[in-house]
């Protein structure tokens, strides 16, 4: 099984400042890489997939970058309404997921 | 637009059985393959099963592998999860998803229900 490994766990960010998340794979993944994001008591929404093309409807300041076993997701100008916790998913080999990374105010 | 509803969680006791489904509109039901995926309280994100989009293949993770059934009734836009012997371990959040891309048998995913909520508690 392919590991998902995210840091930080949790990040401190104020609104209009630049979120930088990481997370790596255990073994490469090539570019099979999807990021979500979720709100408390909300399910996940997709943000990225094949490590850098935004979804439907995603705004231009989420970012994402990588292939191999290193990537990074960057909110360029952090929004109030992008708090909350933002999971990375390989999905080279079946689909797994990281532990999260908790984006909170500063 | 795409809408993946959810029903039939709720409270069971260890050992019994349950059946989710979910009523997918807003896109052409046979040409994505569909998902469960899971959160258990306070946790992070577990794939669970999937069905293709022609129904010709299924796969379980290997915690619900033998005890869980993906089936979906194509004339209706409906997946199922039968859930049988069911633990502790198997309370979560249970989401329905639909794979990116159509006529593609991937694992990532482009859109989500609101989840039914099982508790598996004696």
């Known amino acids: 099984e392919i590991v998902m490994t995210q840091s930080p766990v949790t990040l401190s960010v104020s609104p209009g400042e630049r979120a930088t998340l990481s997370c790596r794979a255990s073994?490469?993944?090539?570019?099979?890489l999807a990021w979500y994001q979720q709100k408390p008591g909300q399910a996940p929404r997709l943000l990225i997939f094949g490590a850098s093309t935004r979804a439907t409807g995603i705004p231009a300041r989420f970012s994402g970058s990588g292939s191999g076993t290193e990537f990074t997701l960057t909110i360029s100008s952090l929004q109030s309404e992008d708090f909350g916790v933002y999971y990375c998913q390989q999905y080279n080999n079946w689909g797994t997921f990281g532990q999260g990374t908790k984006v909170e105010i500063k | 637009q795409v809408q993946l509803v959810e029903s039939g969680g709720g409270v069971v006791q260890p050992g019994r059985s349950l059946r989710l489904s979910c009523e997918a509109s807003?896109?052409?039901?046979?040409?994505?393959?569909l998902h469960w995926v899971r959160q258990a309280p306070g946790k992070g994100l577990e794939w669970v099963a999937l069905?293709?989009?022609?129904?010709?293949?299924?796969y379980y993770a290997d915690s619900v592998k033998g005890r869980f059934t993906i089936s979906r009734d194509n004339s209706n836009n409906t997946l199922f999860l039968q859930m049988n012997s069911l633990r502790a371990e198997d309370t979560a959040m249970y989401y329905c998803?639909?794979?990116?891309?159509?006529?593609?048998?991937?694992?990532?995913?482009?859109?989500w229900g609101q989840g039914t909520l099982v508790t598996v508690s004696s």
């Open positions: 073994q490469s993944i090539s570019s099979y």
């Open positions: 998803v639909r794979g990116g891309g159509q006529w593609l048998l991937t694992f990532y995913f482009d859109s």
């Open positions: 807003g896109f052409i039901f046979t040409s994505y393959t």
């Open positions: 069905m293709s989009y022609d129904g010709s293949n299924t």
